[in-house]
């Protein structure tokens, strides 16, 4: 091969590579184009994409709350963390001594022979569930008593998230006030939570971008069809007291 020859073909190699980085420029622009418009919403810079449209609010909602707790420096005390734990445990307690109640009367109330067979049957199905709870709860139990130091860390983590939630829950409604409603995780302050993600999207916090699922982020916060509200004081109770630190908290 000639020197003439060699240069040539370094022109070429060079030429093919040029275009490959090019190419590879040309698609990545094209990707980050089509990119672009798969986003829904931004969340505190964060890109919210169609692929995430399901989780739409919970993504909007949780980033939202978890910046607030720390710009207001929202945590658990010890102490609290104590509370709930102790709490917990004392509860496991006592919905095992209601299991064991529930079975020695279904025991008692089975000796009758002036039982219907319908009665017997279903006293029968009773006791089978009373004494299926109550075996899982001894199996469960002695678990956690092998994995007592394992099962700390944990306690006190679970404890840590319905603490905090709750300390979240009450400084919005002792900022915004506004109706309580019924949750199974506990009471929610309902009208604090549309004033808040109000406020915010005010102040830029975040934007919808596709008016299509507008609506629907919405609905939970002002749709008062799907919720269950507390009158005003009996609310404010409830939200301003650790449901765990009730005698009597909310549903029962």
Not at 78 to 98: G, R, T
Not at 122 to 150: F, G, P
């Amino acid at each position: 091969m000639t020197g003439s020859e060699k240069v040539t073909l370094r022109i070429e190699d060079g030429k093919v590579k040029m275009l490959r980085v090019v190419g590879t420029m040309i698609q990545n622009s094209f990707e980050l184009a089509e990119s672009e418009t798969d986003v829904i919403a931004v969340v505190l810079g964060k890109k919210i994409t169609v692929a995430e449209k399901d989780q739409l609010d919970g993504i909007i909602f949780n980033t939202l709350l978890q910046e607030y707790a720390t710009k207001h420096e929202i945590e658990p005390t010890e102490a609290e963390l104590d509370a709930f734990v102790v709490k917990m445990e004392e509860n496991e307690k006592q919905i095992q001594a209601e299991f064991e109640a529930d079975r020695e009367r279904l025991r008692r109330e089975l000796q009758s022979d002036a039982l219907s067979a319908r009665d017997r049957e279903e006293k029968e199905s009773e006791l089978e569930v009373a004494e299926s709870m109550l075996a899982t709860t001894r199996e469960l139990e002695i678990m956690t008593e092998a994995m007592a130091e394992q099962m700390r860390p944990m306690k006190r983590q679970m404890a840590r998230q319905f603490v905090r939630s709750w300390k979240i829950n009450k400084a919005l409604y002792d900022q915004y006030g506004g109706r309580v409603i019924f949750q199974q995780a506990g009471v929610e302050p309902l009208d604090a939570f549309r004033e808040f993600l109000r406020a915010q999207e005010k102040n830029g916090a975040f934007q919808i971008l596709d008016k299509q699922v507008e609506a629907g982020f919405w609905n939970y916060f002002t749709n008062d069809a799907m919720h269950t509200f507390y009158p005003e004081e009996e609310g404010a109770e409830f939200i301003r007291t650790p449901w765990w630190m009730m005698e009597h908290p909310p549903g029962e």
